[in-house]
């Protein structure tokens, strides 16, 4: 049966455009990919490619035709050993209707007023993660950060740690302290200062499975790595329908302190969890 | 990690191939239906777009396709693919579904992403397609790093990392091809040269235009590719996964290419005449290219149109199901944030 053209909508927002010039003539064989026609909207010009193979059957809507609507058909494409005869096969398609008017004119039911909040009261609760009775030793924030790390790398031989100066240096902060010794260089890994990229290579290695710990010297740093941090890290998830996730720990010293630049990052993007010490 | 072994030409861009090896007749009908497939699926998407039943973005790949389907010929089960948002190619090539692809295309449920990544944003873990990513260059590191988890596993998989010439003057791809050579990772950096970012020529963005070169500083080595004929492209495919499952670090191809359509579906490509255009169509078409040598060889013009009948098929199957599928339910918005 001989195909339909339709008028073409070239931005999700395009409602109708002019049948500019018409490029080819009935008759006239066509093979998928030849430009047909040319139609304008008040942005652009766009060229109308035929996706069919064929010869043009009838115009239908003549060239200079003004708003035209998006999907009314505007030809016919006879396929191989179709004559004009077939053009009667063609049903009689039903011109789309005007779009319908955009936005909703039912009045917005008024909203009852907000509550005031009553004003929340802080009181230092006990960790209902911390067991009852539970030994409690004495370190450093930095002492207890290696010491988890160290305890992860043990149990998974999937977890690394890259960043810089994680390795030799023993840490620029000295969070990584004694990590080289005990796990070696190919899980302690150096990295050249390149927070993008070595972000980039951690949700990588991640989303194939691995567990890296990226050190950003300062979280400051990190922000050069913010896109893979959210875009490929956080949001991969949810885009991929829940197939692709990654099991990655970004870290680094964040806050004030004395004499350095203002701390960046103070939301939580969606799909990461912050965790402070 | 065996040693390296150096046999792939260091002059980067000196290897520029004269006639490449003939495909067998079996090669030669694969590719043509893999590339027919990409080409008709494409144009149904674009239709599909220009019908309202896509929304958002939608790059298409119409013209490259010798890339993706010569590429993946020379592959072997468990290498990694990662590219950009101009991926529907990628993802049929890889031996992902029409229909899915189509599916995420429309927003449906039956979607790759079911319904929440769109047309730049799809995976398949199972047919090792890694994306699918909207940013330009963040792909670049993120194969490398597919390409470090090989490495690390100590498997003689292969990353093939697809990436722009625009996006070739990104960052963070300098940063990867330094680490990656560094480390000695398994990955190839195939660049299609298709010779616009959007509406900027290569010759308006790039000091150094010939993209082989881009790893000297790195010493990685690099060629130049005739990216519409299929032949050349599995040929340089050949010798890029023997050099990286031989230890020897990363290799760059640059594809030579062409995309027919604009950038975008609403890209009204001013910047090019159509003459260019229908040049580069009518002169190198990939599919023309082995359609015409399998016309010379005897295959008759009624078996390809067959081929052509069953792939048509193929992508107006999918193209019904992505339309009648149901839209993901709204309280998906809330889930696959956190596992
Ligand atoms: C970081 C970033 N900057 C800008 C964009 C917008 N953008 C999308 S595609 C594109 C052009 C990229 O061209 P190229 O790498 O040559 O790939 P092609 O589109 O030709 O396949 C631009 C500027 C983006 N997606 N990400
Ligand atoms: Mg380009």
């Known amino acids: 049966m001989p195909i339909q053209v339709l008028m073409p909508a070239l931005s999700p ?124 030793v004495t370190q450093t924030i930095r002492e207890a950060l290696r010491d988890a790390m160290a305890e992860e790398m043990r149990r998974d031989g999937d977890v690394f740690i890259m960043g810089e100066e994680v390795a030799e240096y023993q840490g620029a902060y000295k969070v990584t302290q004694g990590l080289l010794q005990e796990f070696g260089a190919r899980r302690v890994i150096d990295t050249p200062i390149t927070e993008h990229g070595f972000a980039g290579v951690g949700v990588g290695a991640a989303m194939a499975g691995l567990k890296p710990i990226v050190e950003f010297m300062t979280w400051n740093f990190a922000m050069q790595a913010i896109d893979q941090i959210i875009n490929s890290a956080a949001k991969t998830l949810y885009m991929s329908g829940g197939q692709m996730g990654c099991s990655i720990v970004f870290r680094g010293p964040n806050g004030a302190a004395r004499a350095s630049p203002p701390s960046t990052a103070r939301t939580t993007p969606p799909g990461t969890r912050r965790c402070r010490a | 990690m065996a040693t390296p072994k150096k046999t792939v030409a260091k002059e980067s861009g000196q290897e520029k191939a004269g006639s490449p090896p003939e495909f067998s007749r079996e090669q030669e009908l694969k590719a043509l239906r893999d590339m027919l497939l990409i080409r008709r699926f494409e144009e149904k998407a674009g239709q599909l777009y220009g019908m309202g039943a896509i929304g958002g973005f939608c790059h298409l790949y119409i013209g490259q396709e010798a890339v993706v389907v010569g590429m993946q010929m020379a592959l072997k089960q468990g290498d990694e693919v990662i590219t950009g948002y101009r991926d529907h190619g990628h993802m049929l090539a890889c031996g992902m579904e029409s229909r899915g692809v189509m599916a995420e295309l429309t927003g449906r449920r039956g979607g790759y992403s079911r319904g929440k990544g769109g047309s730049m944003h799809m995976f398949s873990k199972e047919k090792h397609f890694y994306g699918g990513h909207g940013i330009v260059g963040a792909q670049v590191s993120l194969g490398t790093g597919l390409a470090f988890a090989n490495r690390y596993r100590g498997n003689d998989n292969v990353s093939v990392t697809y990436f722009g010439d625009g996006a070739a003057n990104q960052g963070q791809v300098y940063e990867s091809f330094n680490m990656a050579e560094l480390w000695k990772l398994p990955v190839i950096y195939v660049i299609e040269n298709n010779r616009y970012a959007m509406g900027t020529s290569v010759s308006r963005a790039s000091a150094q235009q010939d993209f082989s070169k881009r790893g000297v500083s790195f010493n990685i080595p690099g060629k130049q590719v005739d990216g519409m004929d299929v032949r050349a492209v599995k040929a340089a495919a050949d010798e890029a996964t023997a050099w990286c499952r031989g230890g020897n670090g990363p290799i760059i191809l640059e594809m030579q290419t062409y995309r027919y359509r604009g950038h975008s579906m609403s890209d009204p490509a001013k910047y090019r005449t159509r003459e260019e255009v229908e040049k580069v169509r009518h002169d190198q078409d990939p599919i023309e290219q082995v359609r015409n040598r399998l016309l010379a060889d005897g295959v008759s013009e009624q078996d390809l149109k067959a081929i052509d009948a069953e792939v048509r098929e193929i992508v107006n199957e999918a193209a019904d199901f992505a339309q009648h599928d149901p839209e993901p339910d709204a309280a998906e918005l809330y889930t696959d944030i956190y596992r």
């Open chain 1, 13 to 136: 927002t395009m409602e109708k455009g002019n049948l500019a010039k018409w490029l080819k003539k009935e008759g006239e064989t066509i093979k998928s990919g030849d430009v047909i026609a040319e139609i304008e909207t008040d942005k652009a010009t766009m060229e109308v490619e035929a996706t069919d193979e064929g010869t043009l059957g009838k115009i239908l809507i003549p060239e200079g035709t003004a708003d035209v609507l998006v999907n009314t058909p505007i030809a016919t494409i006879l396929a191989d050993g179709e004559s004009a005869a077939d053009l009667a096969k063609v049903p009689a398609a039903p011109a789309p209707k005007a779009a319908e008017a955009k936005g909703d004119a039912k009045a917005e039911a008024p909203q009852p007023a907000a509550k005031v909040p009553a004003a929340p009261v802080s009181e230092a609760l006990p960790d209902p993660e911390i067991p009852a009775g539970t030994e409690m």
